[in-house]
């Protein structure tokens, strides 16, 4: 016999089951806010990157390598203790004093920059495989180039751009776990509150689990229902 | 129709078109051939405006090209262009991919563009696949489409860049069919191509392109029994093998 007590009620006792709703919301609303960065961010970095001019090109570039090629909890720890530290020492306590979830939007900022990399080439790689003849197929018609991209360009893209999408989504969305090391409480963070004043840390993280996996099983659903929509009859989906 | 006059293009250093000279009627069909890299759809591109060129002049239905005042976009509504891959739109159906044009740029009703379309889908002979996407098309059905999608403007000119090579020989006949008919129908044409059997049946002029220059021209047969330049006597030994 195993001698641990299973608790499974430390996930709604109070105070407990707000903490774990709060974590959950947090992390919801922190992934999202990030996405969004990095959906925005990203589109800049994949446009850059493939415009016919070498500066953009070069910063988009960098942008790219440098942030792809560092750890992720590097970047967290330098935004939220490294630039702070840059600071005259007055204004650095004064900022970790008083400025309101610090931790939050520097996670949110952080994980929008990182993921903006990764989106950015996935934006990048969509535009590429558009054959320049297709664009000039529609010029040829006497289509404008907003009307080029507004019916034939970016209709195309966005079915090629989805999957990948959906993956970086759900990337960022796991990747909201590691903010915990700066203090942000989203779900594994208040999992990991909860385990240290109940010891329950069995039940509280597997309750996180289920959470990660049911939203996770939600956006796939909804982006399959969103690629059946809009899938090309006779085109095979692209691997993801 | 089109008047070429002394046009020369680079890309940076490079010359792709020098000092071209062209003439093309209403009505007439002019075919191109040339090597790979001559620069035949430089000049194609060049003649609807997708491409720029730093010296010399095109005139198209007594409207110069490079000229700034130009619009471009109505110019372009004139002269339709086919594609070697073909080029249709992949989230359209074929119908679809007709009316966008008709229905965007000359703001025709949903229902005019489409019966118009059908139209031109039973000229190329394919009216059964208006509602198919490209990728359920054949190669040889997805190139009609294309020929329908640029005749649905109603242009005055027709510039087809290797139609037919990206195509199984079983289906260049029927794309060439259809040509074949625009031809005789009275279109104004210039076509890249290397089938010489459709150059002999239609072509009015054959000119003969190489490194960026017309290097032999002539009317008909003539062109293929006593080539000029060496240069042209091989090139035509290797495509009518
Ligand atoms: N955007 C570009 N920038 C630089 N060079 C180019 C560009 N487009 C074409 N070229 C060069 O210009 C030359 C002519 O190209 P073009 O496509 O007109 O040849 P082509 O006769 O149509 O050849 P093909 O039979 O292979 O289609 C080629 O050497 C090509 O590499
Ligand atoms: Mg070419």
């Known amino acids: ?51 016919p001019n070498r500066i953009t090109r070069l910063i988009g570039g960098s942008y790219v390598e440098l942030i792809r090629n560092t750890p992720y909890l590097v970047q ?68 404008t180039t907003y009307q080029t991209y507004r019916y034939v360009i970016i ?38 509150l909860i385990d240290s004043y109940t010891w329950h840390g069995l039940e509280t993280t597997t309750a996180a689990s289920v959470v990660y996996i049911v939203i996770t099983l939600c956006v796939v659903l909804l982006m399959a229902w969103v690629e059946r929509r809009i899938h090309i009859p006779g085109m095979i989906a692209r691997g993801r | ?62 409207v110069s090209v490079s000229d700034p005042a130009t619009n471009l976009y109505r110019l372009r509504t004139e002269i339709g262009m086919v ?10 159906t074929a119908l679809q991919n007709i009316t966008l044009a008709p229905m965007k740029v000359r703001k025709k009703s949903r229902r005019e563009a489409a019966d118009h379309a ?43 860049d290797e139609p037919t090579s990206a195509l199984d020989p079983e289906m260049i006949k029927e794309v060439l069919d259809v040509m074949v008919d625009l031809s005789t129908g009275g279109m104004t044409m210039i076509v890249v191509t290397h089938e010489m059997g459709f150059a002999r049946e239609v072509a009015e002029e054959i000119i003969f392109m190489d490194e960026g220059s017309i290097i032999e021209r002539g009317t008909d047969i003539s062109f293929f029994q006593n080539p000029k330049s060496p240069r042209t006597k091989d090139f035509l030994d290797k495509i009518l093998m």
């Open chain 1, 1 to 51: 016999m195993l001698s641990y007590d299973f608790d499974w009620s430390v996930l709604w006792k109070h105070p407990y089951g707000r903490w774990m709703l709060e974590g959950i919301w947090t992390t919801i609303t922190l992934s999202s806010l990030a996405f969004l960065i990095a959906v925005t961010l990203g589109l800049m970095v994949g446009v850059f990157r493939v415009l």
């Open chain 1, 76 to 143: 967290l720890f330098f935004w939220y203790f490294g630039l702070p530290s840059l600071l005259p020492q007055a204004s650095e306590k004064w900022i970790y004093d008083h400025v309101p979830s610090l931790p939050y939007w520097t996670g949110v900022v952080c994980l929008g920059v990182y993921t903006a990399s990764r989106v950015g080439e996935q934006i990048r790689a969509g535009m590429i495989s558009i054959p320049t003849d297709q664009y000039q197929a529609a010029f040829s018609t006497g289509l």
């Open chain 1, 155 to 192: 209709p195309y893209a966005i079915r090629i751009i989805i999957p990948p999408f959906t993956t970086e989504f759900l990337t960022c969305f796991k990747n909201s776990a590691l903010t915990m090391t700066i203090g942000v409480l989203e779900t594994t963070g208040a999992s990991y």
């Open chain 2, 1 to 62: 129709m089109i008047q070429i006059k002394n046009v020369s293009k680079w890309y940076g250093d490079f010359q792709v078109l020098r000092d071209v000279n062209e003439e093309v009627k209403q009505g007439q069909t002019v075919v191109v051939c040339g090597p790979s890299g001559s620069g035949k759809s430089t000049l194609l591109r060049c003649i609807n405006g997708l491409e720029p060129f730093q010296h010399g002049e095109i005139i198209v239905d007594g």
């Open chain 2, 83 to 92: 594609f070697q891959r073909f080029e249709l739109y992949p989230h359209m």
């Open chain 2, 118 to 160: 059908m139209k031109l889908l039973e000229r190329v002979g394919i009216p059964e696949k208006a509602h198919e996407h490209p990728a359920n098309l054949s190669g040889g059905q997805q190139q009609r489409v294309a020929i329908a999608r640029s005749l649905a403007m109603e242009p005055k000119i027709m510039m087809f």
